[in-house]
């Protein structure tokens, strides 16, 4: 935000002159003018360092247990945000972790789809779905998919497993994943530490940046940026 005061000085002068006072006049004016933007400017600092410039609103779901056993293919989907795959420490429980957010400026749409955005688990068979829940036509699914639109966020730590992740954007992170691994993403951005297993990838705007793959890579890119390290395995392209 910028903060601008503009007065020629013939303009002060006249206002003096008119005063009869106009030193005295000018000097009052003068500190006035340096408090306000002093106070504005303050405020500006003080709004940015205790606000998410990002998120005008956010909601945190409640944890959810998931029951997911290591061989059960793991299926995740959305619309716009992100994910996150950690592979699980020993003595803890699988749980699915998820937020909301309104980003900041978004359309007027954006804060009824806000209210109807949520997710929901199942597990039929072996295969455990994590689903954004949302928009129920057509027309609302291209309304969601905008920029500045609602975002949802999964964290979820389970055991290693075939796992497979739909977004449509956003960001899909997986650290430590031992198994099997598809991601596809229309825009956005795809990161995966320490994997090991196949990883097949499909991204047509955005990133893809892996290190430490043990396993064979698999990558459909159609217009973004690969970064590959520490590979050890095949790659196509």
Do not use: C
């Not at 006049?25 to 340096?34: G, I, K």
């Not at 937020?99 to 295969?127: C, D, H, M, W």
């Amino acid at each position: 935000m910028e903060v601008s005061y503009k007065m020629s000085t013939r303009k002060i002068g006249i206002l003096a002159m008119k005063a009869n006072r106009a030193h005295a006049l000018f000097s009052v004016f003068m500190m006035t003018v340096v408090f306000v933007i002093n106070f504005v400017a303050t405020s500006v600092v003080s709004s940015s360092a205790f606000a998410a410039p990002s998120a005008a609103k956010e909601v945190k779901f409640k944890d959810y247990p998931i029951e997911i056993s290591k061989g059960d293919r793991l299926v995740i989907s959305g619309i716009r945000g992100s994910v996150k795959l950690i592979q699980i420490a020993p003595g803890k429980s699988p749980v699915v972790r998820a937020k909301k957010v309104l980003p900041a400026g978004a359309k007027s749409s954006g804060s009824q789809l806000f209210e109807n955005l949520s997710f929901q688990v199942r597990k039929e068979g072996t295969i455990v779905t994590v689903e954004a829940k949302g928009p129920a036509s057509r027309q609302e699914f291209i309304d969601a998919a905008a920029s500045g639109q609602p975002e949802i966020s999964f964290e979820i730590e389970a055991p290693s497993t075939p796992a497979e992740v739909h977004f449509h954007s956003g960001q899909v992170t997986a650290v430590g994943w031992k198994d099997g691994l598809s991601i596809s993403l229309i825009d956005g951005k795809i990161n995966s530490t320490d994997g090991e297993g196949i990883l097949r990838t499909i991204l047509t705007r955005g990133e893809i940046k892996i290190d430490k793959q043990k396993g064979n890579v698999e990558i459909e890119n159609h217009g973004g940026k690969v970064a590959l390290s520490n590979i050890a395995g095949d790659v196509r392209l």
